[in-house]
């Protein structure tokens, strides 16, 4: 009875269906609908934040030299846009250095952190059309140090090259899947776009280093930009779909190693030098013009040896050929090769071919 009661409060008489208990209260919610975006992230105005700040937040950083003449073209716009945001920012070409600071103006506190990528990306290259992009919502920077991450120079340079690609097809198609903006400057990368696309920028980058050529990635970013247009395959896996490259192990050359000497405390003896030798042979106490008078002798000698060496390799084509004896040249079992003729042997036959010529001529008469 008991629990035919509890079943019975848990009814609704009215839909006539059975209600969980957990349910039973709820009520519909009007922020709680599908129209409705929670991501979405709304910008942040004045009247959020009347009361200014309270303390004053910097950022410094400098820039090379050859920036300067740039800097000096585009700091108007740069000042035009910092203002709009209550940010103030200083160009030092002394110093060397370019600063950012809030106002009493500011209203965003994170504004500050945006102006210092800002200035970041100015120094390290990146032009003012594209730094500017920072300042909007959804939008943010990644400087990336891939300089550390090889050791070898020569090696750096050829990764750092093959994420270029050539004439700089491997980055445009980076920039195209990842939805953002990349800067290859010396020892380091910077990257502008939304978190996703660096997120994934970053990952290509440092397998680039590790020598995973960007192709692979790329690949498999686009397998899966297609199946994001998919909702069949919303909430399943994409492993079949992605493709499984393995690792191969070129062969490399082997380094031949020495055979180790035996150890000796002794060090080697020195080389003779030239003077040494010349006393070990006795030039040393010859006069001058018998030197050269030998020098010119040995080195007569010489060219004589080379000229002969050569007359004798042109006489090689004047030489005949060496004939070579065949089977089919070979004369009966025993293989006579002289031009003596049997004359026994040759009466023989001229005797039996006049034999058969006369029968012949008998029968056809």
């Given at each position: 009875?008991?629990?035919?009661?509890?079943?019975?409060?848990?009814?609704?008489?009215?839909?006539?269906?059975?209600?969980?208990?957990k349910m039973k209260y709820r009520k519909d919610k009007p922020w709680d609908n599908d129209t409705i975006d929670h991501?979405?992230?709304?910008?942040?105005?004045?009247e959020d934040n009347p009361h200014p700040l309270t303390e004053e937040s910097s950022f410094a950083t400098l820039?090379?030299?050859?920036?300067?003449?740039?800097?000096?073209?585009?700091?108007?716009?740069?000042?035009?846009?910092?203002?709009?945001?209550?940010?103030?920012?200083?160009?030092?070409?002394?110093?060397?250095?370019?600063?950012?600071?809030?106002?009493?103006?500011?209203?965003?506190?994170?504004?500050?952190?945006?102006?210092?990528?800002?200035?970041?990306?100015?120094?390290?290259?990146?032009?003012?059309?594209?730094?500017?992009r920072v300042l909007e919502d959804g939008m943010a920077c990644d400087?990336?140090?891939?300089?550390?991450?090889?050791?070898?120079?020569?090696?750096?340079v050829r990764r750092r090259q093959r994420l270029v690609g050539p004439n700089g097809a491997t980055l445009k198609a980076l920039e195209l899947l990842t939805q953002c903006y990349i800067m290859v400057q010396g020892g380091t990368v910077s990257a502008l776009g939304p978190y996703t696309g660096l997120k994934q920028l970053r990952r290509v980058i440092e397998d680039t280093m590790k020598n995973i050529h960007p192709i692979y990635n790329i690949k498999t970013m686009m397998i899966k930009?297609?199946?994001?247009?998919?909702?069949?395959?919303?909430?399943?896996?994409?492993?079949?779909?992605?493709?499984?490259?393995?690792?191969?192990?070129?062969?490399?050359?082997?380094?031949?190693?020495?055979?180790?000497?035996?150890?000796?405390?002794?060090p080697p003896p020195q080389p003779e030098s030239k003077v040494d030798k010349e006393l070990a042979s006795g030039e040393y106490f010859i006069k001058e013009r018998e030197r050269q008078a030998r020098k010119k002798e040995l080195k007569r000698a010489q060219q004589e040896e080379v000229s002969e060496q050569r007359r004798r390799e042109r006489a090689k084509e004047f030489e005949p050929p060496v004939e070579v004896v065949t089977a089919a040249s070979e004369v009966g079992p025993s293989k006579k090769t002289d031009n003596s003729v049997d004359i026994d042997e040759l009466k023989k036959k001229v005797a039996k071919a006049t034999k058969l010529k006369s029968k012949k001529k008998t029968m056809s008469e």
């Open positions: 009875m008991e629990a035919e009661s509890a079943s019975s409060s848990h009814e609704d008489p009215s839909a006539g269906a059975v209600v969980s208990k991501w979405k992230i709304d910008q942040f105005k004045p820039f090379p030299k050859y920036r300067e003449k740039y800097l000096q073209q585009v700091w108007p716009h740069v000042e035009r846009s910092l203002k709009e945001h209550g940010i103030g920012c200083r160009l030092d070409l002394i110093e060397g250095s370019m600063t950012v600071f809030t106002t009493r103006k500011t209203f965003d506190p994170y504004i500050i952190i945006k102006s210092r990528d800002i200035i970041k990306l100015l120094a390290r290259s990146v032009p003012y059309e594209q730094a500017v400087i990336i140090k891939i300089r550390s991450l090889v050791r070898n120079k020569e090696r750096f930009r297609e199946l994001m247009k998919d909702p069949t395959l919303k909430h399943e896996s994409w492993d079949r779909f992605l493709p499984k490259f393995k690792k191969t192990n070129v062969q490399r050359k082997k380094v031949v190693s020495k055979p180790k000497t035996p150890y000796t405390p002794f």
